[in-house]
C-alpha cells in the first residue's frame, strides 16, 4: 500500500479543540472555509466538502472534490447531487464519525470504488471489492461490440463465455443485455466469482449465467462450444508496473492486471485456446492494453482459424477492442 499518507489529520471531530489536539484540522472558519475569520461550531455540508477537497487534492488525488462527495453521499445516504440541495446543514457527530475513516482511507489512495462498494457499469450496479478489478468504461465498449454482432444474427439464442470474469461486469451484461441463452463466466480466483456470484444474483441472473473456478480454458466441458468467447484479461506489461497510479498498482489485484513481461502472455493463450472453444463463425472479443491492439490483431490474423479480424476503439479513442470470427 501506498505510504506517506498523514493519519494524523483527518476530517473533523466534534467534541474536541482542534486548537489543541494535533489530530484535527483546523476546519473551516467562518460558513464557507477560510474565507471568513469568524469561528464555527459544526460542520456544514458544504464546508466539509471544500476541506476535504483540498486534503484530498494535497494527497495526490486526481478528482478530489468529485471524491469527496461521493464519500460524504455514500455516509449520508443521498445520491451525490443530493447533497447540493443540503448545503448549508450542519453534520451530525454519527455523520462526521462515519466519514472520518472513509476519508482517511482515500487519502492513502485507496479507490474510492472499493471504498464505497460499488461502482456502476452499463445498466448494473456492481459490487466490488480488491479481490476483483474496477470495471472501466472502455470495457463497456467491449460489450457494445458483442452486442452489435450479436444484433446481426437474427434474434437467435446464443450462448458465451467470458473469461477472467472477475465482477461479472461483462458476462452479466451479455445476459442482462443481449440475446444469449446462457453465459458462462469463469475465474481463477474463488473470491473473484463468489463477487461475481453476488451480483448475478442480485441482478436476477442466477438462472442464465454460470459460474466455473479454474484458468482460462481449463473450466470448460470437453466438446464444449460457444458463440462468444470474451475477455478483459491482464494486459499490463511487468515493466510498466512503476507508471501506475497507486489507485492501481497497491490495490487492485495483480493476478488480474499483469500479463507478463511484454503484457501479452494471456493474450497469446486465448488467440491460440479460443479456436477450439468457438463455434465456426463465433466472435473472439477482447480488450488489450495501449499499443497492443496491431499486435494482438496480427496474432489473430497469423493463428489459423480467424477472419475479418477488427480494432475498435474506446471511448478515450485509443485502440481498444481486437475482435475476430472463427472461420
Request: charged share 30%; no cysteine; aromatic share 6%.
Amino acid at each position: 500500500m501506498t505510504s506517506g499518507a498523514d493519519d494524523r489529520v483527518v476530517a473533523p471531530s466534534t467534541g474536541s479543540d482542534a486548537r489543541t489536539d494535533p489530530a484535527l484540522p483546523a476546519g473551516p472558519t467562518g460558513p464557507r472555509g477560510p474565507r471568513s475569520k469568524a469561528p464555527v461550531e459544526s460542520w456544514t455540508v458544504l464546508d466539509l466538502i471544500l476541506w476535504s477537497a483540498d486534503y484530498l487534492a494535497d494527497k495526490g488525488v486526481e478528482s478530489p472534490r468529485l471524491d469527496a462527495e461521493h464519500l460524504l453521499a455514500h455516509v449520508v445516504g443521498v445520491a451525490r447531487l443530493g447533497l447540493y440541495l443540503q448545503f448549508d446543514r450542519a453534520l451530525t457527530s454519527e455523520e462526521l464519525d462515519g466519514f472520518r475513516p472513509l476519508l482517511r482511507r482515500r487519502a492513502q489512495r485507496e479507490p474510492l470504488q472499493y471504498i464505497v462498494g460499488r461502482q456502476p457499469f452499463r445498466e448494473l450496479d456492481l459490487e466490488v471489492t480488491p479481490a476483483v478489478l474496477i470495471p472501466r468504461p472502455e470495457t463497456e465498449v467491449l460489450v457494445d461490440v458483442i452486442l452489435e454482432w450479436a444484433a446481426e444474427r437474427d434474434g437467435e439464442p446464443m450462448t458465451a463465455v467470458d473469461i477472467g470474469t472477475g465482477s461479472g461486469a461483462i458476462a452479466l451484461s451479455l445476459a442482462f443485455e443481449g440475446a444469449f441463452a446462457s453465459v458462462l463466466a469463469t475465474d481463477v480466483d474463488e473470491e473473484a466469482l463468489r463477487v461475481a456470484g453476488r451480483n448475478r444474483d442480485a441482478a436476477g441472473l442466477t438462472g442464465r449465467v454460470e459460474l466455473r473456478h479454474g484458468p482460462l480454458f481449463e473450466p470448460l466441458r470437453p466438446g464444449e462450444r460457444f458463440d462468444v468467447i470474451v475477455s478483459n484479461p491482464p494486459y499490463v506489461a511487468e515493466s510498466e508496473a512503476e507508471t501506475l497510479q497507486p489507485e492501481v498498482a497497491d490495490w487492485e489485484p495483480r493476478g488480474a492486471l499483469f500479463g507478463g513481461e511484454d503484457g501479452l502472455d494471456v493474450l497469446r493463450e486465448l488467440v491460440l485456446g479460443a479456436r477450439d472453444a468457438l463455434k465456426p463463425g463465433g466472435m473472439l472479443a477482447l480488450e488489450v492494453g495501449a499499443g497492443q491492439a496491431d499486435t494482438v490483431a496480427r496474432m489473430m490474423e497469423d493463428a489459423d482459424g480467424y477472419a475479418d479480424v477488427r480494432v475498435r476503439r474506446d471511448y478515450a479513442g485509443k485502440q481498444r477492442i481486437v475482435s475476430g470470427r472463427r472461420a
